[in-house]
């Protein structure tokens, strides 16, 4: 089955977020190449999506920190349905990151072949502006020497 | 067991029809139910002091002409028809309301009257799936399935294998919206939506409404039903996370675990006692996770399960027995259509129906894999 996964050209268009208080870090990292997550200063659990409380001690002192943009596949789909007018099959995927067992979030997998990914395969973090300048969308791509 | 009066369903009923209903409203499908399941039980709409709908509740109350002095909204997707059971009985044997009816009406696919669905980019989902192209729950809903075939060392057919299954049901029912016999090449043949998930692996979308009343068992004895009551012996409710990829383990749903060893626990009964099994199959994954889940099976043995027919007609553990979610009808929020197959079951009133169901244990899930409820119903 033939993917998109070219960084810019997964989705004939990529809705735009609303950006608030709790999420302008993970939209913006991007722009320093940095993926933003979601963190608690008490003690010390990452979070994702990002929400003003922590719900591992439940202290209100939480805000975002670059995390390290590494990852692996936790699991994923090859959407095929048009559901987007124009779209062609692209991946969705979960991508648990190395900071935390069970922290994950979704997004595309780009630069790979649906055929050639594989669960648990690492990934790394690649940033796709929207056209506008002001969000960077993180998708992941294979870490190097991931596939074969 | 518990010491409080037991709590019956008296009525319960679908709209006239189902699959394809252009003209009436959601409002409408709901209403129908309900003066459908009250005509079974000799009761009127005066009779009725408690409402619990996922429709906007106080305004389905006043549409029908109700003065209730108990409403639920409880609105956390198709297993929602489970929590206003549960609710329903506490508020019974309490004294909060003595004639609940639970309504359920959708207009899913003629979008008839219905609750506008506007993406809002504000919500979780807006901002971290809709932006990745999840444009649907096909491929949001369905994503822990290839954790979970890949767990097993399954492959496409075990999904396959729960559709063909069902169409053994489906088949022997007028109503079903798809009710064709299907083999397991059959499903893998049609053409894939999200993979691993075929078009015959995810429901379809329809019209339809369903409603319950429900009283006390001491009330029921003076009604003049044209079933017998049917006792709600057990109920369930829990969330695990605001969506699939929230789940601690991707290969099973806490939701279902703890909903139905509660629902069970009050029943006192055990799953060996269960005759008759729902489990809510928007998708085709749904009842794997629910057979191991509730404990009729182990860890990523349900699909072998499904495939020695221990699940279709004469099988030891007849499930989906109306065709299910996937090929009976599925409005959006099937829940309440799962409520209904097992009544007529323990009634004895089935399209095709299974000899001697005393107990039938019903599972549901709303959202994605978020919130969940369990029914044990049981003759009275």
New interface residues.
Partial sequence: MTARTTVGAVLPLRLKPYVDADNSAFWSGGADGALMIHRCRSCGSWFHPPAPVCRNCQSLEVGPERASGRGTVASYTVNVQPWIPGSEPYLIAWVELAEQPGLRLTTNLVDVEAEDVSLDMPVEVVFEPHPDGDVWYPLFRPAPGATA | MSGLPDVVIVGAAESENVGVVPDQSQFQLAADSVLRALAQCGLGIGDVDGVASTLQVAQFAHHLGTRPRWLDGTGVGGCSYMLHVRHAVAAIQTGQADVVVVAHGESGRSRVGPTLRV?D??S?G???????????T???F??????YL?KYGLGEEALAEVTAAQSAWASQNPRAFRGKSLTVDDVLAS???????HVLECCPVTDGGGALVLTSAERAADLDLTGPPVRVAGSGETCEGPGA??M?D?TTFRGFRDSSAEALRQADLTVADIDHLMVYDAYAHLPLYGLEDIGFVGRGEASAFIASGATRPGGSLPMNTNGGGLLYTHTGQYGMFAIQEAVRQLRGEAVVQVPDVRTSLIQGVGGMFSAAGALVLTTA
């Fill in positions: 993406p980019m504000a979780p807006g901002q971290f799936e809709l932006t990745y192209g999840v444009a649907g096909f491929s949001s369905t994503i822990p399935t290839t954790a890949h053409r894939i939506i999200a993979w691993p998930f990829s929230f601690e991707l």
